[in-house]
Structure formats: structure tokens, C-alpha cells
């Protein structure tokens, strides 16, 4: 019979060391499959006896303790990593994942910025006061990179090159990419080096609070909400709504969805296609209007 926590640590080590996955992912897979193991255990079914019935009873149990049927979805995907793993290490023969049906999900379109409201977001920060020019060039080259918030604060000296624009980034899964940024970011960058941040080491983080520490994402969050409120935008904005509007950017402008996919470190292209529906509403709106039938 196998040993449910020593195939729980293998699983971990392998989906960290082979499969490369985030901190985050690991953990969501590892509550998952932890839940499922204890099932398992009340139930009195080993691992390499369960079956399709058993593992649909399990998720039924899950949702009626209240589980979203987003979070079911991340539940199935980590059961079926887990018996992918187990078959492939000779810990279980049958795969009872194989037919499980994945719940339909709600296509929740991120909220994005038109150029308007960037434009109104990112002209409004005054230059005059050291904390404003660090979110000044915070915005601009979040705006300009399309980065995540956990990047964008983690960023050390030795990650940019501000000479040829570029930035090295480690993002989910430890995966490295190169993103270029423009020449806004850079002067404001420039700017905020000079005034802020005049005699970095290599290894120091750019951003930093105004005690001198590495600036958190909650605070840099409160500080984009105040600016937001104060130029009017009523929309629920986050640091990921720049990235978002980034890419929704980029490809109305006409880059090529593989570029775009690139630069956000997206690891599949579905993830990226996401920005292409958004224009959906304004396809219409536009074909009524210009169309003599319309």
C-alpha cells in the first residue's frame, strides 16, 4: 500500500524541481491533495484503489462545504498532476481523474484602463516630493512592462538596464525573460535614481518605503487606490489592472499575440487569449454604428 505522506512530499519535490511551478501553485496543490489524502483515509480507500465514483464523491463533498466552482476546477487540476505523478513512479495502475468532467466556468474578463484614464492616472502624480517620484516611475513602468506587482517590487539594481531599456525579470516558476520598456519609464527611472536611490548596490531592491525597506505590495497597492480615487477613476484598479490594460494595449495596437505572450511570461498562449475578447463589445459597437445595415 503506498505511503500517503511520503507520495505527498515526492509530489512536492517533483512538481518544484521538474515542473517548476510557483510558490503559490505548490501550495494550493498541496492543500488539495492533502484534503483529498484525508478523504482517502476516512473513507478507507487507498490511493491506488480509488475510482472515478470515489474521486466525484470527494468533489461533491467539496462543493457542498462551500467551494467555488473555480477552486473545484484547481482542485481537479491538482488531482490529476497527482495521479499523473503516481502512475508515472509505479505508485498507482488505474488514473480515476482520466473522465472527470471540469465545471464550466464564468468568463471573468479583467477590468482594463482605456488611454484615457492611463494617460489621466499617470500624468496626475506630482514630481515634487521623493515618494511621488518613486510612484511616479513605479506606474510607468508597470504600465510600460506590463509587469506583475510581486516583480515590479522585487526588482533589483542588477535587473535593469536602463541604457538599452530591458529588464530581467524572474517570474512565476523561476522562469527568467527580457522585457523592454520605453523611453517614459526610463526618465522617470532616471529621475527617481538620482533623487531617490543615488548610490544602489547591485543587489539592493529599486523600490523602496520611505523608511529605507523593501516597499510591500499592500502599501504600493494603497498608494495606487489614493492616486486612482484622486483623479476620478471609479474603477476597482489594482496593480494587475496596468498589466492587464498593457496587453489589451498592445494588441489593439497590432503586436503579435505570441510578443504580447512573451512579455508577460505567460507559460501558454490560452492565458494570453484572454485580452483578445475584449475588444468583442467595441467590434460591435463599432459595426453598428459604420455599417450601412448595422
Not at 45 to 58: G, Q, R, V, Y
Not at 61 to 81: A, D, N, W
Not at 105 to 123: A, G, K, M, R, S
Request: net charge positive; with cysteine; glycine share 4%.
Amino acid at each position: 500500500m503506498t505511503d500517503c505522506k511520503e507520495a505527498l512530499n515526492d509530489f512536492i519535490s517533483y512538481i518544484i524541481v521538474e515542473k517548476g511551478l510557483s510558490e503559490n501553485t505548490v501550495l494550493a496543490y498541496k492543500a488539495d491533495v492533502l484534503k483529498f489524502i484525508n478523504f482517502a483515509k476516512k473513507k478507507r480507500i487507498s490511493l491506488e484503489n480509488f475510482e472515478h465514483n470515489d474521486i466525484t464523491d470527494f468533489l461533491w463533498e467539496m462543493k457542498t462545504e462551500g467551494l467555488k466552482p473555480r477552486s473545484i476546477f484547481r482542485v481537479i487540476e491538482s488531482l490529476r498532476q497527482f495521479y499523473k505523478f503516481l502512475n508515472s513512479e509505479d505508485l498507482a495502475k488505474n488514473n480515476p481523474t482520466l473522465y472527470l468532467a471540469t465545471p464550466n466556468l464564468p468568463e471573468n474578463l479583467p477590468d482594463i484602463l482605456t488611454f484615457d484614464e492611463v494617460d489621466l492616472l499617470l500624468n496626475s502624480i506630482n514630481d515634487d516630493d521623493e515618494m511621488h517620484i518613486r510612484n511616479k516611475a513605479m506606474l510607468e513602468l508597470l504600465y510600460a512592462a506590463g509587469l506583475r506587482v510581486s516583480e515590479l517590487i522585487n526588482l533589483k539594481f542588477s535587473d535593469i538596464n536602463l541604457e538599452d531599456c530591458f529588464l530581467r525579470i524572474i517570474g512565476k516558476g523561476s522562469k527568467e525573460r527580457l522585457v523592454p520598456f520605453g523611453n517614459k519609464a526610463k526618465f522617470f527611472i532616471s529621475i527617481y535614481l538620482k533623487k531617490r536611490r543615488p548610490c544602489l548596490n547591485v543587489n539592493d531592491h529599486i523600490f523602496i518605503s520611505r523608511l529605507g525597506k523593501k516597499l510591500s505590495r499592500i502599501e504600493f497597492w494603497r498608494q495606487l487606490k489614493n492616486i486612482a480615487k484622486n483623479v476620478g477613476i471609479n474603477k476597482n484598479i489594482t496593480p494587475h489592472t496596468l498589466r492587464h490594460s498593457f496587453a489589451s494595449h498592445l494588441l489593439k495596437g497590432g503586436a503579435d499575440i505570441r510578443f504580447v505572450q512573451e512579455m508577460l511570461g505567460h507559460a501558454s498562449i490560452t492565458t494570453t487569449q484572454i485580452y483578445t475578447h475584449l475588444d468583442e463589445d467595441r467590434i460591435v459597437q463599432q459595426h453598428k454604428k459604420f455599417h450601412p445595415r448595422g
